[in-house]
Protein backbone atom coordinates (compact mmCIF):
# COMPACT_ATOMS: atom_id res chain seq x y z
CA UNK A 1 0.00 0.00 0.00
CA UNK A 2 1.54 3.34 -0.74
CA UNK A 3 2.10 6.03 1.86
CA UNK A 4 -0.51 8.70 1.30
CA UNK A 5 1.21 11.00 4.02
CA UNK A 6 1.97 13.94 1.76
CA UNK A 7 -1.24 13.76 0.30
CA UNK A 8 -2.88 13.87 3.40
CA UNK A 9 -3.77 18.29 2.88
CA UNK A 10 -5.58 17.54 -0.31
CA UNK A 11 -7.58 14.81 1.59
CA UNK A 12 -8.72 17.13 4.21
CA UNK A 13 -9.62 19.95 2.09
CA UNK A 14 -13.01 19.48 2.40
CA UNK A 15 -13.64 18.61 -1.23
CA UNK A 16 -14.72 14.78 0.07
CA UNK A 17 -18.06 14.09 1.90
CA UNK A 18 -19.98 11.66 2.86
CA UNK A 19 -23.70 11.73 3.83
CA UNK A 20 -24.43 8.34 6.03
CA UNK A 21 -27.39 7.26 8.07
CA UNK A 22 -27.00 5.37 11.20
CA UNK A 23 -29.94 3.16 13.31
CA UNK A 24 -29.61 1.55 16.43
CA UNK A 25 -31.30 -0.60 18.89
CA UNK A 26 -31.96 0.23 22.10
CA UNK A 27 -30.27 -1.72 24.67
CA UNK A 28 -33.55 -1.47 27.43
CA UNK A 29 -32.42 -3.34 30.51
CA UNK A 30 -34.92 -6.35 31.95
CA UNK A 31 -33.00 -7.06 34.83
CA UNK A 32 -30.04 -5.81 36.95
CA UNK A 33 -28.27 -7.58 39.89
CA UNK A 34 -24.92 -8.42 41.17
CA UNK A 35 -23.47 -12.03 41.51
CA UNK A 36 -23.29 -13.41 44.84
CA UNK A 37 -21.36 -16.32 44.75
CA UNK A 38 -18.02 -16.77 46.63
CA UNK A 39 -16.43 -19.51 45.01
CA UNK A 40 -17.13 -20.33 41.66
CA UNK A 41 -16.55 -23.72 39.62
CA UNK A 42 -16.21 -23.48 35.91
CA UNK A 43 -17.25 -24.47 33.46
CA UNK A 44 -20.41 -22.61 35.09
CA UNK A 45 -23.82 -22.82 33.70
CA UNK A 46 -25.67 -20.11 36.33
CA UNK A 47 -25.24 -17.07 38.00
CA UNK A 48 -26.35 -16.72 41.67
CA UNK A 49 -27.79 -13.15 42.45
CA UNK A 50 -27.92 -11.14 45.41
CA UNK A 51 -31.99 -10.09 46.58
CA UNK A 52 -34.52 -10.55 43.57
CA UNK A 53 -36.04 -7.49 44.49
CA UNK A 54 -32.98 -5.29 45.29
CA UNK A 55 -32.22 -4.61 41.29
CA UNK A 56 -33.90 -3.05 38.11
CA UNK A 57 -36.81 -4.89 37.16
CA UNK A 58 -37.75 -8.19 38.15
CA UNK A 59 -36.56 -12.16 37.44
CA UNK A 60 -40.17 -13.18 35.77
CA UNK A 61 -39.80 -10.94 33.15
CA UNK A 62 -36.90 -12.76 31.79
CA UNK A 63 -37.10 -14.78 28.78
CA UNK A 64 -34.79 -17.87 27.15
CA UNK A 65 -32.17 -16.11 24.68
CA UNK A 66 -31.99 -12.57 25.65
CA UNK A 67 -28.60 -11.12 26.34
CA UNK A 68 -26.40 -11.09 29.66
CA UNK A 69 -23.75 -8.02 29.77
CA UNK A 70 -21.65 -8.86 32.96
CA UNK A 71 -19.42 -6.02 34.08
CA UNK A 72 -16.55 -5.62 36.96
CA UNK A 73 -18.08 -4.96 40.30
CA UNK A 74 -19.71 -1.28 40.20
CA UNK A 75 -17.46 -0.62 37.00
CA UNK A 76 -19.17 -0.03 33.86
CA UNK A 77 -16.26 -1.95 32.62
CA UNK A 78 -17.33 -4.89 30.50
CA UNK A 79 -16.31 -8.09 31.29
CA UNK A 80 -17.81 -10.81 28.91
CA UNK A 81 -21.74 -11.20 27.35
CA UNK A 82 -23.67 -14.40 27.97
CA UNK A 83 -27.20 -15.98 26.94
CA UNK A 84 -30.12 -16.98 29.24
CA UNK A 85 -30.58 -20.38 28.60
CA UNK A 86 -33.34 -22.35 29.05
CA UNK A 87 -34.92 -22.37 32.61
CA UNK A 88 -34.67 -18.45 32.69
CA UNK A 89 -34.18 -17.27 36.23
CA UNK A 90 -35.31 -17.74 39.93
CA UNK A 91 -35.79 -15.35 42.50
CA UNK A 92 -31.95 -16.05 43.29
CA UNK A 93 -30.28 -18.08 40.15
CA UNK A 94 -29.81 -17.39 36.34
CA UNK A 95 -29.25 -19.77 34.00
CA UNK A 96 -26.90 -18.71 31.33
CA UNK A 97 -25.11 -20.99 28.48
CA UNK A 98 -21.81 -22.70 29.59
CA UNK A 99 -19.12 -20.47 29.82
CA UNK A 100 -15.79 -21.00 30.94
CA UNK A 101 -13.12 -18.94 33.24
CA UNK A 102 -10.90 -18.35 30.07
CA UNK A 103 -13.93 -16.57 28.33
CA UNK A 104 -15.37 -15.11 31.53
CA UNK A 105 -13.72 -14.45 34.48
CA UNK A 106 -16.82 -14.03 36.99
CA UNK A 107 -16.38 -12.67 40.62
CA UNK A 108 -18.30 -12.29 43.68
CA UNK A 109 -20.30 -8.94 43.62
CA UNK A 110 -19.89 -8.58 39.76
CA UNK A 111 -22.80 -7.05 38.17
CA UNK A 112 -25.01 -8.13 35.77
CA UNK A 113 -27.85 -6.18 33.22
CA UNK A 114 -30.38 -8.74 31.18
CA UNK A 115 -31.31 -7.01 27.80
CA UNK A 116 -34.09 -7.21 25.80
CA UNK A 117 -32.11 -8.03 22.79
CA UNK A 118 -31.70 -11.47 21.43
CA UNK A 119 -28.87 -12.34 18.72
CA UNK A 120 -27.85 -15.26 17.35
CA UNK A 121 -25.93 -17.75 20.14
CA UNK A 122 -24.66 -21.32 19.33
CA UNK A 123 -25.69 -24.33 21.90
CA UNK A 124 -23.12 -26.04 21.74
CA UNK A 125 -22.97 -29.98 23.43
CA UNK A 126 -22.55 -30.97 26.76
CA UNK A 127 -19.06 -33.35 27.11
CA UNK A 128 -21.02 -36.09 28.16
CA UNK A 129 -21.79 -39.39 26.79
CA UNK A 130 -25.42 -37.92 25.65
CA UNK A 131 -24.22 -34.44 24.03
CA UNK A 132 -27.01 -32.41 25.48
CA UNK A 133 -27.61 -29.72 24.29
CA UNK A 134 -27.01 -26.32 25.54
CA UNK A 135 -25.61 -28.54 28.48
CA UNK A 136 -29.44 -28.93 29.72
CA UNK A 137 -31.57 -30.77 26.83
CA UNK A 138 -31.08 -34.62 26.89
CA UNK A 139 -31.66 -35.83 23.54
CA UNK A 140 -34.67 -37.91 23.35
CA UNK A 141 -36.39 -38.89 19.72
CA UNK A 142 -36.31 -35.44 18.24
CA UNK A 143 -35.46 -36.78 14.90
CA UNK A 144 -37.18 -40.65 14.76
CA UNK A 145 -40.42 -39.63 15.04
CA UNK A 146 -41.67 -36.71 13.30
CA UNK A 147 -44.93 -35.08 13.75
CA UNK A 148 -47.46 -35.68 10.69
CA UNK A 149 -47.09 -32.87 7.79
CA UNK A 150 -49.68 -32.46 5.83
CA UNK A 151 -48.96 -32.19 1.88
CA UNK A 152 -50.83 -30.16 -0.30
CA UNK A 153 -51.55 -29.80 -4.29
CA UNK A 154 -51.48 -32.77 -6.44
CA UNK A 155 -54.01 -34.62 -8.45
Known amino acids: MPDLT ?18 TIPQTVIFSRAVNMATISYPATTITFDDAYSGAG ?5 VEGMTVLV ?26 NEFSQGSLHLEDNDRFDVLGEYR ?29 VANGGGA
Not at 121 to 147: G, I, M
Request: negative net charge.
Open 6 to 23: AQATTFRSGRFSFTGHIG
Open 58 to 62: AYTDV
Open 71 to 96: YDGDTTTLKGMLRVATGGASSTVLQV
Open 120 to 148: IWDKLVAANEAFDKDSRTTYSDQTDNYAP
